[in-house]
């Protein structure tokens, strides 16, 4: 099983809004990455969690927070976004950092 | 600096073999990485080759790597339809402890019926 899942697959919110995004995997990998990634761009690294601890932040704005209540799960929490941050944002998890990365198929967000 | 750089566009005819070039800059990366990306969806996987190897071969994938050149190369045999889709090479150097990927910026396959 090489399932990286995410929830929700699609979110629409203001610009005034929280709301937080989900990823899960039960592969028993230790690192865990969040991704934002622009049409017809690639993905741009946003955070990456290594033992549940959070060891890359690519200078990325407070109004994004990221979170790994446990192993298997990261969370990445929205508030007071800007329309310029609709995004796919997607999730990758590996077994440690020199392993190479699954994704989920991403949350598709939309900043109004 | 680290870098990786694919040609934009390519497109075969079905039944045609597809070559996705990828050219990179840090030698440190054990490892480096083929990705697929279709409309609206995640990366898939789809094969990867440790540095110390000049091939690697998965069913249609052929995978070749020049380590004096820096330069990796994607193979498709007999593209279908369905291999419409970004292609991201990938690597991962070492020199940043390995938790950062830099992906190219993705070679668009258009497969022609």
């Known amino acids: 099983d090489t399932e990286v899942t995410q929830t929700p697959k699609h979110l629409v919110m203001g610009m005034t809004n929280k709301k937080s995004l989900k990823c899960e995997q039960h592969?028993?990998?230790?690192?865990m990455y969040w991704y934002k990634q622009k049409a017809k761009k690639p993905p741009e690294l946003m955070f990456v969690?290594?033992?549940?601890?959070?060891?890359i932040n690519e200078s990325v704005p407070s109004r994004f927070s990221p979170e790994c209540p446990n192993s298997s799960l990261l969370n990445l929490h929205l508030h007071a976004l800007q329309p310029e941050d609709s995004a796919l944002y997607l999730c990758?998890?590996?077994?440690?950092?020199?392993?190479?990365?699954?994704f989920g198929p991403g949350t598709r967000l939309t900043v109004t | 600096g680290e870098d990786v750089e694919q040609s934009l566009f390519l497109s075969v005819r079905e039944g045609d073999s597809s070559v996705i070039n990828c050219t990179y800059t840090?030698?440190?990366?054990?490892?480096l990485y083929w990705y697929k990306q279709e409309p609206g969806a995640g990366l898939q996987l789809l094969t990867y080759?440790?540095?110390?190897?000049d091939m690697k071969q998965d069913q249609r994938l052929t995978v070749l790597l020049n380590k004096k050149d820096k330069h990796l190369s994607l193979r498709i045999a007999d593209t279908q339809t369905g291999d419409s889709a970004i292609y991201f090479c990938?690597?991962?150097?070492?020199?940043?402890?390995?938790?950062?990927?830099?992906f190219g910026a993705g070679t668009r396959l258009f497969v022609k019926a």
């Open positions: 080759i440790f540095s110390n190897m």
């Open positions: 990758a998890s590996s077994q440690d950092q020199t392993y190479e990365q699954y």
């Open positions: 969690y290594s033992y549940e601890k959070l060891s």
């Open positions: 592969m028993g990998h230790r690192a």
């Open positions: 840090d030698s440190s990366s054990t490892y």
């Open positions: 990938a690597e991962r150097p070492q020199n940043t402890g390995g938790f950062k990927t830099i």
